[in-house]
């Protein structure tokens, strides 16, 4: 298993757009990686019609997406046609590569067997993983599904979006956070740091402690 902040391991496998090197694919951008039990399943279908949905938008931020499961590549793409055909995709190229792991070498490296979802094929089907790595190639988040539940798209565009601007400002955000909503100031600066940091202002919020650490600032840009 990778932990967050370590290197993300390379590998080299095939795709519905040919041989991938996975460093040299994402070098310089982030990336989600999406893993899938099988490919002509209803969940996944449905899965992989909302990942084709938000990966162009994602792709402008400097976000690309690739998702990998234990089919081959000629399955993978005939199952194209119908993720397209229930999602209502049209045509045009599929705007992020699906990998073969054949062999399960990925699936077991990464700790993603789920050994409660047997495929058709009665071998362990790969679980339904999300990792986000970073232009430092660095695992930045990572969760794990069973293959009954489907993953929510949404959540993982919320994700996104928060990792996009606390990598770049020292701000956290909260629960339920959503883009252009306050952030949190992190608490290690000070209240002159952090005045001179975000102009649009610094509103501290009182509690019962008395301690200044719940510091909102408009969502920087």
């Given at each position: 298993?990778?932990?967050?902040?370590?290197?993300?391991?390379?590998?080299?496998?095939?795709?519905?757009?040919?041989?991938?090197?996975?460093?040299?694919?994402?070098?310089?951008?982030?990336?989600?990686?999406?893993?899938?039990?099988?490919?002509?399943?209803?969940?996944?279908?449905?899965?992989?019609?909302?990942?084709?949905?938000?990966?162009?938008?994602?792709?402008?931020?400097?976000?690309?997406?690739?998702?990998?499961?234990?089919?081959?590549?000629?399955?993978?793409?005939?199952?194209?046609?119908?993720?397209?055909?229930?999602?209502?995709?049209?045509?045009?190229?599929?705007?992020?590569?699906?990998?073969?792991?054949?062999?399960?070498?990925?699936?077991?490296?990464l700790g993603?067997?789920?050994?409660?979802?047997?495929?058709?094929?009665?071998?362990?089907?790969?679980?339904?993983?999300?990792?986000?790595?970073?232009?430092?190639?660095?695992?930045?988040?990572?969760?794990?599904?069973?293959?009954?539940?489907?993953?929510n798209f949404?959540?993982?565009?919320?994700?996104?979006?928060?990792?996009?601007?606390?990598?770049?400002?020292?701000?956290?955000?909260?629960?339920?956070?959503?883009?252009?909503?306050?952030?949190?100031?992190?608490?290690?600066?000070?209240?002159?740091?952090?005045?001179?940091?975000?102009?649009?202002?610094?509103?501290?919020?009182?509690?019962?402690?008395?301690?200044?650490?719940?510091r909102t600032?408009?969502?920087?840009?």
């Amino acid at each position: 298993m990778v932990v967050l902040g370590e290197i993300f391991p390379n590998f080299e496998a095939e795709s519905t757009e040919g041989h991938i090197r996975f460093h040299d694919f994402i070098r310089g951008s982030w990336c989600i990686l999406l893993a899938h039990p099988s490919d002509f399943t209803p969940v996944c279908t449905t899965e992989m019609g909302a990942a084709a949905k938000m990966a162009p938008a994602l792709l402008r931020r400097g976000v690309k997406m690739a998702c990998i499961s234990c089919d081959p590549v000629s399955s993978h793409k005939t199952w194209i046609e119908d993720i397209r055909a229930y999602n209502g995709l049209g045509s045009g190229p599929f705007p992020f590569p699906i990998i073969s792991d054949e062999e399960r070498q990925l699936a077991k490296k990464l700790g993603m067997i789920d050994p409660d979802e047997p495929r058709f094929d009665n071998k362990p089907a790969t679980a339904r993983a999300v990792f986000i790595i970073g232009p430092d190639l660095r695992l930045k988040l990572s969760m794990l599904y069973p293959g009954t539940t489907g993953r929510n798209f949404a959540e993982i565009q919320r994700i996104m979006e928060s990792l996009l601007v606390t990598a770049k400002h020292k701000v956290v955000t909260p629960e339920q956070w959503q883009v252009g909503e306050k952030c949190f100031v992190v608490p290690f600066l000070s209240m002159e740091e952090a005045k001179d940091m975000f102009p649009a202002g610094v509103q501290v919020h009182p509690v019962p402690s008395g301690k200044q650490y719940l510091r909102t600032t408009p969502m920087p840009n």
